[in-house]
């Protein structure tokens, strides 16, 4: 039995960067691909609208779990092995993007019709109405959840361990296995998350308040 | 004088709501318009119609040489160029600022440079009396300041047909007053306006024509004081007399 060290802080901060690698494939490509599921959600033809909802379903009905196992075992004996961080960053990607792209959807909703019409009025076609005075208004909008969101996905990236990914927490597993300290060790692990999400909650409240200045 | 907006038999209903009975109407160059009527009359759907806002069932609508009823051939993006229209709650863009709001439409739809785009917007302001609230936002605005920004914004595009729909009805009567100001401005230099209103003593003394709407008709047209002294039907006697 050894006991907690140095090495193993270096070993926990090792485990982190690959929770915190994960977490930015999931905002990278679950954000994009969310985006496009929401400006699915709000589009005119009746279609797309239907495909971008039975999405957001069909993903939000499965739990995010059932998803890595499909990626990692799923797909290997279709005979796609993947990595256990490719896995994990495709199953994160398509659960984020069903997840952003319904808030995101939200958050245009909830910019008023009448800017909508007052555009249109001027002229805008639909893609202009969006760039320019749209998605601008939504943007502020969509801050506080999404950032929400986001240190959820941080803390969820943990699940990644079932299929062997080594994050944050199954690197605390591992050291508490040999040294019968989970006060310390767990204590660390928690210490590494918080600072990971804080200057996220810190980030949004400051881009809240810059927005909200600009507006005033 | 040319007809700038010509309406024939206009129909338009909501699901089973008949909202448009048969209206025709003709707008000459240069005319100020004034419709009133009671709520749920048809004034505000006539004048969305007038630019595309609402779909049409049946009926001739000609604005601006663009025939309205045959959406399919119709270039709303031309016709929107051409006919502009202020709301009752103004509408302004929130998130730029209020030389912004005028810009956005000029540099992206007429595509012209930024400086070229901010004169005209300095113009425009100037005309409504704002040019010093050029780098406000409009939250920082009085409703009738936002409301003037908002006609700026739609005479910056400059259109042929100004269509304003109940523009003071949210304004306390100072508020209103500098905004009938704006438009009895625009109106002697000519430019062809349509409007909704509530503001009757405005109508009487600047309108060209008044017309009285009821159940999704015309149901009297003509010059305001003909209309006012001696209304032809009961239901404008009524309408006018219940608002002294």
């Known amino acids: 039995m050894t006991s907690f060290s140095f090495l193993h802080v270096e070993y926990l901060l090792q485990a982190a960067l690959w929770t915190v690698l994960l977490s930015l494939v999931a905002f990278v490509c679950g954000g994009s691909f969310g985006f496009v599921i929401a400006l699915g959600r709000i589009s005119r033809s009746p279609l797309l609208r239907r495909l971008a909802s039975l999405y957001i379903q069909v993903v939000q009905g499965i739990p995010l779990l059932v998803v890595l196992f499909l990626t990692y075992f799923g797909l290997a004996i279709a005979g796609f092995k993947l990595s256990p961080l490719m896995a994990a960053g495709i199953s994160f990607a398509v659960y984020c993007a069903a997840f952003l792209g319904e808030i995101w959807r939200g958050c245009i909703e909830a910019v008023p019709k009448t800017q909508w019409e007052a555009s249109e009025c001027l002229g805008f076609n639909r893609f202009e109405q969006l760039q320019k005075v749209i998605l601008p208004q939504a943007f502020k909008i969509a801050i506080p959840p999404t950032v929400g969101f986001m240190v959820q996905i941080v803390k969820n990236t943990s699940l990644a361990s079932v299929i062997g990914f080594l994050d944050l927490s199954r690197a605390g597993q591992i050291i508490n296995n040999s040294t019968f300290q989970p006060f310390t060790v767990f204590g660390c692990v928690a210490l590494i998350y918080f600072c990971i999400c804080y200057p996220l909650s810190a980030l949004s409240k400051h881009f809240e308040r810059k927005l909200n200045v600009s507006n005033r | ?244």
């Open chain 2, 1 to 244: 004088m040319s007809a700038i907006v010509s309406i024939k038999d206009l129909h338009k209903s909501f699901g089973p709501v008949k909202v448009l009975n048969g209206v025709s109407l003709d707008v000459e160059k240069g005319q100020m318009v004034a419709i009133i009527g009671r709520s749920g009359s048809g004034k505000s759907t006539l004048l969305r119609c007038l630019n595309g806002l609402e779909r049409v069932d049946s009926g001739d609508i000609k604005v601006c040489g663009h025939d309205i009823h045959h959406p399919d051939k119709l270039n709303l993006r031309e016709l929107r160029k051409q006919v502009g229209i202020v709301f009752q709650s103004y509408n302004l863009f929130p998130h730029v600022t209020v030389e912004r709001n005028i810009t956005l439409a000029l540099t992206t739809i007429k595509k012209l440079p930024s400086a070229e785009a901010k004169k005209i917007a300095h113009n425009v302001l100037t005309l409504v009396g704002l040019e010093a609230k050029k780098d406000a936002y409009p939250e920082q605005l009085s409703g009738g300041q936002q409301q003037r920004v908002a006609i700026a914004r739609s005479l910056a595009m400059a259109p042929e047909l100004m269509l304003f729909d109940e523009v003071t009805s949210a304004l306390d009567p100072e508020l209103t007053s500098e905004v009938l100001k704006v438009m009895e401005d625009l109106s002697k230099q000519g430019m062809t306006m349509v409007l909704v209103t509530h503001e009757m003593a405005f109508a009487r003394k600047l309108a060209d024509v008044l017309v009285f709407m009821h159940q999704g008709k015309v149901w009297e047209v003509g010059p305001p004081e003909e209309l006012f002294n001696h209304p032809k039907t009961a239901e404008l006697a009524k309408f006018v007399s219940s608002d002294l």
